[in-house]
Every structure is written in structure tokens, then in C-alpha cells.
């Protein structure tokens, strides 16, 4: 679903914030992302969506390339920042509505949709309200239910759990399995070690722009937590 080829981006002055990253995310996988702040996911992740260009090395999304045809790309997957940037003129349901009306979901998928998912995040009843009176936890979840309203094959995620309570975060939780099982393919970055040793199958961990580690969350940590690998594969290298 998602293949990374060896990719690369510098920076001026010639600093490389990724150097020859190479991995792949298969259907059903939930593929965690680790590494320390400056390590490189964020650039890489912005690569994967399409929106940082990049010299060297190739990103596919479902067999294509992202630079050859990223609107191919970009309509079978869904993207969700780490700070999420909404017009805030808009309302709740307005913006869910444009994103629908941008990935042509038909007005009966759209409202099953915002229906089941406004419920799972209990927003509901807010989205008639300007997007300018949400705090930055309901435009997460509001961001979240915009990314799952054309069922994503791709769903990349730059640390979803940020700014979500105990409860939106169990719903996240569980609407990424359910995406999973149906054949989708989920790559996201987080500091939240344990949520990454539960959650996921497989991880990459990443420092200063180089890959580490990558594998099954079994290969990866044996008979240690998670936690225990990345701190002494990171103070290791």
C-alpha cells in the first residue's frame, strides 16, 4: 500500500532531515513511526501526502508514484496533521461536506458516515457551530472524521493522540482497527511508546534522518517493552 524507495530530503545548506529511508506498509497493517523530535517523521510523513517535494529516491502509494501522479495518490488517502488547520469560517458540517464534495462521496455515504462518526467522537451536536468555537480537541476529532469520510486505502497520521481525551483516544483506537481489517493501511508517528507496543504490528524508529529499526512489534522488541529497545537502540547509535 505504501512503499518509501530509498527517499531523501536536504534542506538548505545541504543538512539532510531524511537520508535513505526505505520501508513498506502493507494492507492491514498499523505501522508506527518512532523517533525523538527533529528525527526526520514529520518530513517524511509530509513527503508520503504529497505536499514536500523531495530529490531523491520514490514514494508509491497502491503501485504510484506520488511524484508522477499525486492526485491518484492523494484520492485513495487521507491525511491528518499534527496541528490541525481548518477554515474556520466554516461550520462543523460545512467543512465535512466540502472534504465529501472534494473526494465525491455520494450524499448517502457522506451522512451515514458524519452520522456514525459525529456520534463515536460525540460532536454531533456541534457541528452547526462555527469551526472559529471549537477548542483544538474537537477540531482533532473533527479532522478525523474528515479523513474517514472516503474510506482511505492510506491513512497517515502525524501524532494523532495529541489533544484527544482518554475516550476520543479509545475511539481512535478502535475506528484504525476496524479501518485495518477492512484491507487499509494506517503509517503514523507518535512519542506515546506504549500505545505504539499495543496498537501496532510494526514499527520503524528513525534518528536523525537514518532508519534504526523496522519490523514486527515482535521482532523489534523481544522480552523488553518498547520503550526499553528505542531508548538503548538510540543511545546506542
Not at 160 to 183: R, Y
Amino acid at each position: 500500500m505504501l512503499r518509501i524507495n530509498h527517499f531523501t530530503k536536504s534542506y538548505k545548506g545541504g543538512k539532510k532531515a531524511v537520508d535513505d529511508l526505505s520501508l513498506q506498509v502493507l494492507p492491514g497493517d498499523i505501522y508506527g513511526f518512532i523517533g525523538h523530535n527533529g528525527a526526520g517523521k514529520t518530513t517524511t510523513i509530509r513527503a508520503v501526502v504529497g505536499i514536500l517535494d523531495f530529490e531523491q529516491g520514490d514514494i508509491e502509494i497502491n503501485g504510484i508514484s506520488i511524484k508522477k501522479d499525486p492526485i491518484a495518490c492523494k484520492s485513495v488517502t487521507a491525511y491528518i496533521p499534527d496541528n490541525p488547520d481548518l477554515y474556520e469560517y466554516l461550520t462543523g458540517i460545512q467543512y465535512l461536506n466540502f472534504v465529501g464534495d472534494i473526494f465525491r462521496i455520494s450524499k448517502e455515504a457522506r451522512e451515514e458516515r458524519i452520522a456514525r462518526y459525529g456520534d463515536a467522537f460525540e460532536i454531533t451536536k456541534s457541528l452547526g457551530d462555527p469551526l472559529s468555537s471549537y477548542s483544538h480537541g474537537m477540531k482533532q476529532k473533527l479532522a478525523i472524521i474528515s479523513a474517514l469520510i472516503h474510506t482511505p486505502k492510506l491513512l497517515v497520521l502525524d501524532e494523532p493522540f495529541v489533544g484527544l481525551d482518554p475516550k476520543a483516544s479509545h475511539t481512535l483506537k478502535e475506528i484504525m482497527k476496524e479501518l485495518c481489517a477492512t484491507g487499509s493501511a494506517i503509517f503514523f508517528s507518535t512519542h506515546v511508546l506504549d500505545v505504539a507496543e499495543k496498537l501496532c504490528n510494526k514499527v520503524a524508529i528513525i534518528k536523525d534522518g537514518r532508519l534504526v529499526e523496522s519490523g514486527t512489534i515482535e521482532e523489534i522488541k523481544g522480552n523488553s517493552s518498547l520503550e526499553d529497545v528505542f531508548m538503548e537502540l538510540i543511545d546506542h547509535e
